[in-house]
């Protein structure tokens, strides 16, 4: 081994090799160390001789030559061993530097061999901290992700117990000795030797202090020639007796981790491939199945909706929006998706007029003083601006680092926005609008593939829009359908109404209400001219929140003013308050002039979309803005040939474009309105001749009340004769009531003789009724009482036969009842025996299952103590593989295939002691259950013992109650015998008692109607002197 290989050795390697020659070393020199006492010894000797006797013996000096002789050669003996122990401990050390490298590059392979069977993410950044821990001895490992230049995140960490963990931590990139992810690409690998003598700031010293870190060593992983993280080692450990002028991290080690380093890199990078295809076919996927949504959806708000929601997530964005272009330029955004924590400029762009402006350029510098909807001029002089030109899209990664003007910075700042891709969206090869997404939180490289994701979906947003139009075309056609049939709808009720209704105010509303909800105005109203072509309104509808003309008009009659000219400002000088007062019904000179003379061909309508647009003077403005109205179109009504009235259409809220069917409508509708009014004016002709019938008519009514009250005074005089005053008498006059008066007066005369002469006879009958009256009811009486005591004694009698009837068929059932009770006691002896027998044999079956029970019991001890033998077995056997596994690892590469062997017998001995817990655990609750089962059996069989005494019991009672039976059945034969000689003696006595009731119920029933004829015959006299005791006579 050369020099230089020695200088670069692992000091820790150095240590050990030290240690073995210091344990080496003293071994050799006592066993081989020559006699230095002696020869010490002896030159004592000699100079002790030399100092007293001033001189040597010969003999003495040749001794102490052949002594030095002697330890010369004992010395060169030494000094040649000595070189030959050094000689075998140099090889010794060179073997022990070469396995120790071996070892490192084993350690070194297995790492790798980790790292490429890593399956997943998670598993490649653990093996690999850990394996580093491993072969570097530092308290810290740790990989480290960036997030951006100057930020990332601890993913994986491998820490020894005791200091601070970091995994998970957001981390400035500082915090490894340089600032941006861009510094640690150039230098590969940054060192901080000891935090105490690198010129740190006091930020890196708060971060490395925050995890009692002493030096670290990080290495910059590359993935696709940028910085991915880093590989980062650290020591936490103070070096107290350490010398600081020494590197904490040799060359030897930053080569074998920077190896390390490059394998990760790779291994990142194949992940990173791997991720980025995965999500590539997740994101194909969901641009398809956005499109899939695109297509299915009919509703344009829903698919702009879709669009946004799914874009933001496909790209993992903050935002993602769609603008729409106006004719002029101006825009909007229709559609958002925004994740939370971001302002949402749909519901900003309402009140900051400053987000209507073009997304893509900034040519307006004052908007916010501007209306809502913001007219760019740079769109409007080109016509779109790049987009229009055939531009795509534009993809910006960090708007400050644009050329961009201080104004668009400021909108793109407006939408929190750091970096953005915008596509453009046509329709019909016109640019309608942008579709945009937003990176918010920090600065982004887009992807070229996410750029044509957003290019496929706006493509589709295409189709969708040119879908949209052609459904939306069809709608518009659809409502104008709708429209029109709904106006023929309203012009046939309004007819119908107009034929079934005579009141003109009925009309007048149904037609204003039908009108406004058909066009939907605010306003619909129908105004009546006076004969000197003033006016008022005399239908209104409104809808709520607006003022009502015609309540507005009594309070205010500056409202009657002519709704189609003003041309008087101010009447006689007046003041428009003063002239309120002194004429409440303002006169048009305009229309006074004409007369009304306006024919249907001269002006139909008018039409004013918007008020303030129009020619008008400001007087007629004053006038419209009272009836706050902002468009408006006014037909006229006519009836026959004169101007009649005005039927207006107002909209209130804001300008609105008249449709010519909505003006024909209008004109139909009004002239449906000439119908009542000219059927008004028919009704006014019939008044007038209805009014000269009625005059002729009080004259014929004069002369009938003049008949009729003679007539009244007639029948005055007579009507006492109705209530029995035959006395009175009716007037005689000379007319024709005369003659009936007379011919009143003989009628009565005559019905009075007839009276007087009934009156006697009736007094006459009375008194012989009353004389016979008195037997009849004493007769009728004791008939009665007869048949009452005929009754009673055959009802006793047939009380008799029907208890004796009872007696015996009680006495039958008895019978009958005692015979049942013999057959089923006989029966119940019968199921007695059977029921003993059958518990006699369950008892038996319960012995027997008790007693194979308890031998099962037996059983599972067995299988219990023969569980423990396996158990033990197991365990023996896992001790075994464990030496053997021990063995093999000593035994190096030739026992690797000795070591799977001894695992595999480790993980089934394991699996065996595991199954035979179970087994023993399952024996153990067979044994508690057997117990219990064996204490339910034994009360069981002492359960069956009682049964069976009681069955025999039962049995004894049983027979007792059949002897029993028996003798009642004999007493119930004599009873049954005697009751039937009973039964028919009073059969016979009960048929001469109906016999003889039957005699005297005819008797008490003739005597009955003899009576009731006399009551008749009284009732008769009684009513004829009441009838005639009501005329008076006398």
């Known amino acids: 081994m050369s020099e230089s290989q ?158 601070t963990p970091s995994v998970g931590e957001t981390l400035d990139a500082t915090a490894f000795g340089s600032d941006l992810s861009t510094e640690y690409l150039q230098q590969s690998r940054v060192i901080i030797d000891h935090v105490s003598n690198d010129s740190l700031t006091p930020y890196q010293l708060q971060l490395l202090d925050k995890f009692q870190v002493q030096s670290s060593l990080s290495l910059c992983l590359p993935v696709s020639g940028k910085a991915w993280g880093l590989l980062v080692l650290q020591q936490c450990q103070v070096q107290t007796n350490h010398d600081r002028s020494v590197p904490s991290w040799t060359p030897q080690q930053i080569n074998s981790f920077q190896t390390i380093a490059t394998e990760l890199s790779l291994h990142l990078a194949n992940h990173e491939l791997r991720t980025q295809l995965q999500q590539q076919q997740a994101r194909e996927a969901t641009v398809a199945k956005v499109i899939n949504k695109i297509r299915r959806s009919l509703d344009i708000k829903t698919i702009f909706q879709t669009t946004t929601q799914e874009v933001r997530q496909l790209l993992n964005t903050d935002r993602a929006v769609i603008y729409r272009f106006n004719r002029d330029w101006s825009g909007e955004f229709v559609a958002e998706s925004v994740a939370g924590g971001w302002i949402s400029l749909l519901q900003s762009q309402t009140n900051n007029p400053t987000l209507r402006a073009d997304i893509s350029e900034c040519s307006i510098q004052q908007l916010a003083t501007q209306p809502i909807n913001q007219v760019d001029t740079y769109l409007q002089e080109t016509q779109g601006g790049s987009y229009s030109r055939g531009e795509t899209y534009r993809v910006v990664e960090d708007i400050y680092n644009q050329d961009f003007t201080p104004c668009y910075l400021q909108v793109l700042e407006s939408y929190q926005a750091k970096a953005y891709v915008i596509v453009a969206i046509y329709q019909n090869e016109k640019l309608w ?130 709704i189609s000219e003003c041309i008087v400002k101010t009447v006689a000088g007046n003041t428009p308050e003063q002239f309120s007062q002194e004429a409440p019904t303002i006169r048009d000179s305009y229309l006074q002039s004409i007369q009304g003379n306006l024919s249907r061909e001269e002006k139909p309508f008018w039409v004013v979309s918007d008020i303030y647009e129009g020619d008008f003077s400001s007087c007629y403005i004053e006038q419209l803005e009272r009836y706050q109205a902002r468009s408006y179109t006014i037909v006229p009504i006519f009836q026959g040939d004169t101007l009649w009235g005005l039927l207006a259409a107002y909209q209130n809220s804001e300008p609105r474009d008249w449709q010519t069917e909505e003006i024909n409508w209008m004109l139909q509708i009004a002239a449906q309105m000439s119908v009542p009014l000219q059927r008004a004016e028919y009704l006014e002709q019939l008044r007038t001749q209805s009014q000269k019938l009625a005059e002729l008519a009080s004259q014929e009514k004069e002369a009938r009340e003049l008949f009729q009250q003679r007539a009244i005074d007639l029948l005055t005089a007579v009507r006492p004769a109705l209530d029995g005053d035959l006395t009175v008498r009716a007037p005689i006059t000379n007319d024709e009531l005369g003659t009936i008066a007379d011919a009143y007066n003989n009628t009565i005369q005559s019905l009075r003789q007839i009276v007087i002469e009934v009156l006697s006879a009736s007094v006459k009958v009375a008194e012989t009724a009353t004389e016979s009256e008195a037997a009849i009811t004493k007769l009728s009486e004791e008939a009665q009482h007869q048949c009452q005591e005929l009754t009673q004694a055959m009802d006793q009698i047939q009380s008799m036969v029907n208890s004796t009837q009872a ?165 119930v034969a004599g009873i049954t015998q005697v009751t039937l000689a009973q039964l028919e003696q009073s059969q016979s006595v009960t048929q001469t008692m109906k016999e003889v009731a039957a005699i005297s119920t005819n008797t008490s029933e003739d005597s009955a109607q003899l009576w009731e004829s006399f009551k008749e015959s009284l009732t008769t006299i009684e009513k004829l002197q009441a009838a005639v005791e009501q005329f008076t006579v006398n």
């Open 807 to 971: 007696v015996t068929t009680s006495a039958q059932s008895i019978d009958r009842a005692v015979q049942e009770a013999n057959q089923k006691v006989a029966s119940g002896e019968t199921a007695m025996n059977r029921t003993v027998e059958g518990i006699l044999g369950i008892r038996d079956s319960v012995e027997e299952a008790s007693h194979q029970i308890r031998q099962l019991s037996q059983y599972s001890q067995n299988v219990d103590r023969v569980l423990n033998l396996i158990s033990d077995f197991a365990t023996q056997t896992q001790l075994l593989s464990l030496n053997a596994a021990i063995e093999a690892t000593r035994a190096g590469e030739y026992g690797k295939g000795f070591a799977v062997v001894a695992d595999e017998v480790r993980s089934l001995a394991r699996q065996s002691a595991k199954a035979t817990t179970e087994i023993s655990n399952l024996v153990a609750e067979i044994r508690t259950q057997t117990r219990e089962v064996i204490k339910v059996t034994e009360v069981a069989i002492a359960q069956v013992n009682t049964g069976t005494e009681l069955v025999e019991e039962s049995k004894g009672n049983l027979n007792a109650i059949a002897s029993a039976t028996a003798e009642i059945s004999q007493l």
């Open 6 to 163: 020695w200088d670069d050795n692992d000091s820790e390697l150095l240590l050990e090799n030290h240690n073995l020659l210091k344990e080496n070393t003293p071994h050799f020199f006592n066993s081989a160390r020559p006699n230095l006492e002696g020869f010490n010894a002896s030159l004592d000797r000699l100079k002790t001789d030399l100092e007293q006797r001033r001189r040597v013996d010969k003999l003495d000096l040749k001794k102490n030559l052949e002594q030095f002789e002697s330890f010369s050669q004992e010395v060169e003996q030494f000094t040649a061993g000595v070189n030959l122990e050094i000689q075998q401990l140099k090889l010794s050390y060179e073997d022990a530097l070469q396995q120790q490298f071996q070892a490192q590059h084993e350690k070194l392979l297995e790492l790798s061999r980790l790292m490429s069977e890593a399956g997943d993410w998670e598993t490649l950044l653990n093996n690999t901290v850990n394996g580093v821990q491993h072969l570097s001895l530092a308290e810290r490992v740790l990989i480290y992700r960036f997030n951006s230049a100057r930020t990332g995140i601890v993913l994986a960490e491998a820490v020894e117990r005791g200091w």
């Open 433 to 562: 609008g942008l579709l945009a997404t937003y990176q918010n939180s920090d600065l982004r490289q887009w992807q070229e593939s996410e750029v044509s994701w957003m290019l496929e979906i706006a493509a589709e947003l295409e189709v969708a829009l040119q879908h949209a139009e052609l459904l939306e075309a069809q709608r518009l056609k659809s409502e104008e359908l709708h429209q029109a049939a709904e106006r023929e709808r309203v012009l046939t009720k309004v007819t119908d109404k107009i034929q079934q209704s005579q009141d003109l105010r009925t009309i007048f509303n149904v037609t204003t209400n039908e009108v406004r909800k058909l066009l939907g105005v605010d306003r619909v109203t129908i105004y009546r001219f006076n004969s000197d072509w003033s006016g008022s309104f005399v239908a209104e509808s409104v809808a709520s929140g607006w003022i009502s003309l015609i309540q507005e008009q009594t309070n205010n009659p500056l409202i009657n003013k002519n």
